[in-house]
Antibody, heavy 116, light 108 residues
Framework: QVQLVESGGGLVKPGGSLRLSCAAS????????MSWIRQAPGKGLEWVSD????????NYADSVKGRFTISRDNAKNSLYLQMNSLRAEDTAVYYC?????????WGQGTLVTVSS | EIVMTQSPATLSVSPGERATLSCRAS??????LAWYQQKPGQVPRLLIY???TRATGIPARFSGSGSGTEFTLTISSLQSEDFAVYYC??????????FGQGTKVEIK
């Protein structure tokens, strides 16, 4: 069955960096666009970034452009999000999402807390 | 990039009453619109796709309508388990697959 397991979250000071990883299994990873979607405490869902099948096309929300970098390694069935210059407003649960039209598949999320 | 706008932000409804949630797209998404329900601590669950098709296991009290840029999710008779946050999302022009900001359905 499909599994997406995020890791790498934690507590970081403002201005710091974190790298999130998502290990995928149960499907042909390279056949799917992948996204990172976040949800701040008590807030709605916010699309952060997405990446095409082979990683040649990437997109970012304006709120993270220039600070975050999405990447993937199809040989390792893994998705990544490098987050630099973190701000308090980046505090959220970050979800790895397998995009498939109307029925995306979500990981369980990893919590990122940016605080001094 | 398509922007999805939901209204109202919060809807206060008594159990057994009808709830009507709206979603507007900044440009036409044809009928490629889905609705999701999210409860605290859970990931979103698919309710409706292709504007009006209920996902597997979704009760008939949930219905969707609309086309183009205006869409509606109706819950005909709210049950206790329906109090949650609802999101619309388009999948006509992607990426990104834009979400609305959500409507919280709370107990009146």
């Amino acid at each position: 069955q499909v599994q997406l397991v995020e890791s790498g979250g934690g507590l970081v000071k403002p201005g710091g960096s974190l790298r999130l990883s998502c290990a995928a299994s149960g499907f042909t990873f390279s056949d799917y666009y992948m996204s990172w979607i976040r949800q701040a405490p008590g807030k709605g869902l916010e699309w952060v970034s997405d990446i095409s099948y082979r990683g040649t096309t990437v997109n970012y929300a304006d709120s993270v452009k220039g600070r975050f970098t999405i990447s993937r390694d199809n040989a390792k069935n893994s998705l990544y999000l490098q987050m630099n210059s973190l701000r308090a407003e980046d505090t959220a649960v970050y979800y790895c999402v397998k995009e498939s039209g109307y029925d995306p598949y979500w990981g369980q999320g990893t919590l990122v807390t940016v605080s001094s | 990039e398509i922007v999805m706008t939901q209204s109202p932000a919060t809807l206060s409804v008594s159990p057994g009453e009808r709830a009507t949630l709206s979603c507007r797209a900044s440009q036409s998404v044809s009928s490629n619109l889905a609705w999701y329900q999210q409860k605290p601590g859970q990931v979103p669950r698919l309710l409706i796709y292709d504007t009006s098709t209920r996902a597997t296991g979704i009760p008939a009290r949930f219905s969707g309508s609309g086309s183009g840029t205006e869409f509606t999710l109706t819950i005909s008779s709210l049950q206790s388990e329906d109090f949650a946050v609802y999101y619309c999302r388009q999948y006509n022009n992607w990426p990104p697959w834009a979400f609305g900001q959500g409507t919280k359905v709370e107990i009146k």
